[in-house]
């Protein structure tokens, strides 16, 4: 159930109805902060005004003309021109009956689009660091909502495993592993070569001459240089795959997509490019001009496609790879999870893309930027000398201080039991402390703040269903099955179950601009007024039956909005704790 959906497109009808003309529409907000207003229509003085009309006579004619009678209890006009919609308390309690039965709360579906998502997308022979997190964490939860809503996601992983940099790295590794000891190479060792090679590549021309040899070989197909290259990859997929299970991340080995894939399809893409005139060579590169993007000098901003030695670059993947996702794909919707560093990147492939016709004017991707994480000094969040967090170090570190809380909390919760409900916590407030923050600004990450039973935390979220789950456990009630009927009788009753209804509209807005920091905190507030009803009003202590009965379904069906509701952002949930 969508209210606001709803009470659109019937303050819309009575719009037309109206006489108001169609480019005119109704400002549907919903309120909090009034006794007995749930939602107000907006912007009818403005219309008013444009129509020279008077705007409260406008408005109680609108009013007169729409079919809400079902739906709302109460319709006032406030000075000068405002609609005030007060819900009828029956229609409320039918959708949640109506909610509470269906294992998808009664949400509908969208009209389905098929999304490609990139997410995560690290490179080879690295390790995952803190750098990766927002992407893998935000990009993840985007993809259960939209799929959740009924979209066809793609997920796409996709890994920096093709480049230059591979010619040097088997180049190093040639010299120094025999092939079959290269299996049980370690990720972490892998990247110590790494940076090796690349001090020996600049310092030493022999190798700088045999790493681009080696470079040549890998892109003509070189077996011996290919099953390396291959070995390399493969043992990133595997230590990468370990992070994603870890961290409950929905990406599998299917969803890698990498760089190495469009490698085949560049030489005609540049063919294209040349031979219609959007790209030319200079200086032996290929270059395309855009007049869209100015460089430093305020010149038309120069993009190079292949350089003078024949190499392709990030970007001309880029373009082959959007290519290939709008004709091969058939993708309605491309959502890219990069840091906000790569803006002018993606400014610049959607360009290229435009100008050669390889996607349509009015196709626009969609680059979900995000901002850094910072320690509490501001600065970027490092180790002390310097380096990135690896991610490894930081899963780990999360779980084991979700223990000493847990610990701390239920003493008597040990063993196996202890470590699952760390493992659940710990990522559970890895990932909210993520998600909860507007993804576009850059957060402080802070372990004191993410792991507290109180505030806008997992934690005290996860607790809210744990305890409502344990209210049912201690009274030999099952939840999910009860068939009497829920009568909201108190104002804090109607709230809640408003609240409830209003998840639907939360997460179509959280899937419009892959924002799941807003279902961060409606389950917040949810929690929050469950916490606040339950100390009010403690069910047990209720003596009427229907009364009682009603409020441990309410209950019920907040724990369901909860669990399915962190399960959209990835976030498991615990029976004990
Ligand atoms: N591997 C890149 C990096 O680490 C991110 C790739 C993002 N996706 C893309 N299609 N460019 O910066």
Same mark, same amino acid.
């Given at each position: 159930?969508?209210?606001?959906?709803?009470?659109?497109?019937?303050?819309?009808?009575?719009?037309?109805?109206?006489?108001?003309?169609?480019?005119?529409?109704?400002?549907?907000?919903?309120?909090?902060?009034?006794?007995?207003?749930?939602?107000?229509?907006?912007?009818?003085?403005?219309?008013?005004?444009?129509?020279?009309?008077?705007?409260?006579?406008?408005?109680?004619?609108?009013?007169?003309?729409?079919?809400?009678?079902?739906?709302?209890?109460?319709?006032?006009?406030?000075?000068?021109?405002?609609?005030?919609?007060?819900?009828?308390?029956?229609?409320?309690?039918?959708?949640?009956?109506?909610?509470?039965?269906?294992?998808?709360?009664?949400?509908?579906?969208?009209?389905?689009?098929?999304?490609?998502?990139?997410?995560?997308?690290?490179?080879?022979?690295?390790?995952?660091?803190?750098?990766?997190?927002?992407?893998?964490?935000?990009?993840?939860?985007?993809?259960?909502?939209?799929?959740?809503?009924?979209?066809?996601?793609?997920?796409?992983?996709?890994?920096?495993?093709?480049?230059?940099?591979?010619?040097?790295?088997?180049?190093?590794?040639?010299?120094? /592993? @025999?092939? !079959?000891? #290269?299996?049980?190479?370690?990720?972490? *060792? &892998?990247?110590?070569?790494?940076?090796?090679?690349? =001090? +020996?590549?600049?310092?030493?021309?022999?190798?700088?001459?045999?790493?681009?040899?080696?470079?040549?070989?890998?892109?003509?197909?070189?077996?011996?240089?290919?099953?390396?290259?291959?070995?390399?990859?493969?043992?990133?997929?595997?230590?990468?795959?370990?992070?994603?299970?870890?961290?409950?991340?929905?990406? /599998? @080995?299917? !969803?890698? #997509?990498?760089?190495?894939?469009?490698? *085949? &399809?560049?030489?005609?893409?540049?063919?294209?490019? =040349? +031979?219609?005139?959007?790209?030319?060579?200079?200086?032996?590169?290929?270059?395309?001009?855009?007049?869209?993007?100015?460089?430093?000098?305020?010149?038309?901003?120069?993009?190079?496609?292949?350089?003078?030695?024949?190499?392709?670059?990030?970007?001309?993947?880029?373009?082959?790879?959007?290519?290939?996702?709008?004709?091969?794909?058939?993708?309605?919707?491309?959502?890219?999870?990069?840091?906000?560093?790569?803006?002018?990147?993606?400014?610049?492939?959607?360009?290229?893309?435009?100008?050669?016709?390889?996607?349509?004017?009015?196709?626009?991707?969609?680059?979900?930027?995000?901002?850094?994480?910072?320690?509490?000094?501001?600065?970027?969040?490092?180790?002390?000398?310097?380096?990135?967090?690896?991610?490894?170090?930081?899963?780990?570190?999360?779980?084991?201080?979700?223990?000493?809380?847990?610990?701390?909390?239920?003493?008597?919760?040990?063993?196996?039991?202890?470590?699952?409900?760390?493992?659940?916590?710990?990522?559970?407030?890895?990932?909210?402390?993520?998600?909860?923050?507007?993804?576009?600004?850059?957060?402080?990450?802070?372990?004191?703040?993410?792991?507290?039973?109180?505030?806008?935390?997992?934690?005290?979220?996860?607790?809210?269903?744990?305890?409502?789950?344990?209210?049912?456990?201690?009274?030999?009630?099952?939840?999910?099955?009860?068939?009497?009927?829920?009568?909201?009788?108190?104002?804090?009753?109607?709230?809640?179950?408003?609240?409830?209804?209003?998840?639907?509209?939360?997460?179509?807005?959280?899937?419009?601009?892959?924002?799941?920091?807003?279902?961060?905190?409606?389950?917040?507030?949810?929690?929050?007024?469950?916490?606040?009803?339950?100390?009010?009003?403690?069910?047990?202590?209720?003596?009427?039956?229907?009364?009682?009965?009603?409020?441990?379904?309410?209950?019920?069906?907040?724990?369901?909005?909860?669990?399915?509701?962190?399960?959209?952002?990835?976030?498991?949930?615990?029976?004990?704790?």
């Amino acid at each position: 159930m969508n209210i606001q959906k709803l009470l659109q497109k019937k303050i819309k009808q009575s719009f037309l109805r109206n006489k108001i003309p169609k480019h005119f529409n109704p400002i549907i907000q919903c309120v909090t902060n009034k006794l007995n207003v749930h939602y107000q229509i907006n912007g009818i003085i403005q219309i008013a005004n444009i129509l020279k009309k008077n705007p409260s006579e406008l408005a109680k004619n609108i009013i007169n003309m729409s079919e809400l009678k079902k739906i709302c209890s109460k319709i006032t006009v406030s000075h000068p021109g405002f609609i005030n919609l007060t819900l009828n308390v029956q229609w409320i309690q039918e959708n949640l009956e109506k909610s509470y039965k269906c294992f998808r709360l009664n949400i509908s579906y969208t009209n389905p689009k098929t999304v490609i998502i990139d997410y995560s997308s690290p490179n080879v022979a690295k390790e995952m660091h803190v750098g990766h997190l927002r992407s893998t964490i935000i990009g993840d939860s985007t993809a259960r909502i939209l799929e959740f809503l009924g979209d066809k996601v793609i997920r796409t992983n996709h890994i920096g495993d093709w480049g230059t940099q591979f010619g040097m790295l088997i180049a190093y590794l040639q010299n120094k /592993k @025999k092939d !079959h000891v #290269l299996k049980n190479i370690s990720l972490e *060792k &892998l990247e110590k070569y790494y940076k090796k090679a690349k =001090l +020996k590549f600049n310092e030493e021309k022999s190798f700088l001459k045999k790493s681009k040899k080696t470079v040549v070989l890998l892109q003509s197909g070189n077996s011996y240089i290919t099953k390396i290259w291959k070995t390399l990859v493969d043992i990133t997929i595997k230590e990468n795959q370990s992070i994603y299970d870890q961290l409950g991340v929905s990406l /599998k @080995k299917q !969803h890698i #997509l990498g760089e190495s894939f469009y490698n *085949k &399809l560049l030489p005609s893409i540049i063919n294209d490019l =040349l +031979k219609r005139k959007i790209a030319v060579i200079k200086k032996g590169s290929v270059i395309i001009f855009l007049k869209e993007l100015k460089n430093k000098l305020g010149d038309d901003m120069g993009v190079i496609m292949q350089k003078s030695d024949g190499a392709f670059l990030y970007i001309s993947t880029d373009v082959a790879c959007l290519k290939y996702r709008f004709n091969d794909l058939k993708a309605d919707r491309i959502i890219y999870y990069v840091d906000s560093r790569q803006k002018q990147h993606f400014q610049q492939i959607e360009i290229i893309c435009k100008k050669s016709g390889y996607i349509p004017n009015n196709f626009n991707i969609e680059h979900h930027i995000f901002g850094m994480m910072l320690s509490n000094d501001n600065k970027p969040f490092k180790t002390r000398s310097g380096k990135n967090i690896k991610l490894t170090k930081l899963i780990h570190e999360s779980i084991e201080r979700a223990k000493v809380i847990i610990k701390q909390k239920n003493p008597n919760l040990l063993g196996k039991k202890l470590d699952k409900t760390a493992h659940v916590i710990g990522i559970g407030a890895l990932k909210y402390a993520d998600l909860s923050k507007n993804r576009k600004m850059n957060y402080v990450f802070n372990w004191n703040n993410m792991l507290r039973f109180e505030g806008n935390t997992a934690l005290y979220i996860q607790y809210a269903y744990t305890r409502i789950l344990s209210i049912f456990k201690k009274n030999k009630i099952y939840p999910f099955n009860l068939k009497n009927d829920i009568i909201l009788l108190e104002n804090q009753e109607i709230i809640l179950g408003i609240q409830l209804l209003q998840f639907e509209e939360i997460l179509y807005s959280a899937s419009k601009n892959g924002i799941p920091n807003i279902i961060c905190s409606y389950l917040y507030r949810l929690s929050v007024s469950f916490s606040h009803f339950y100390e009010n009003y403690p069910i047990f202590s209720e003596n009427k039956i229907h009364i009682k009965y009603s409020r441990l379904k309410l209950s019920a069906l907040i724990a369901k909005t909860i669990k399915i509701g962190l399960s959209l952002l990835g976030i498991e949930t615990v029976d004990y704790m």
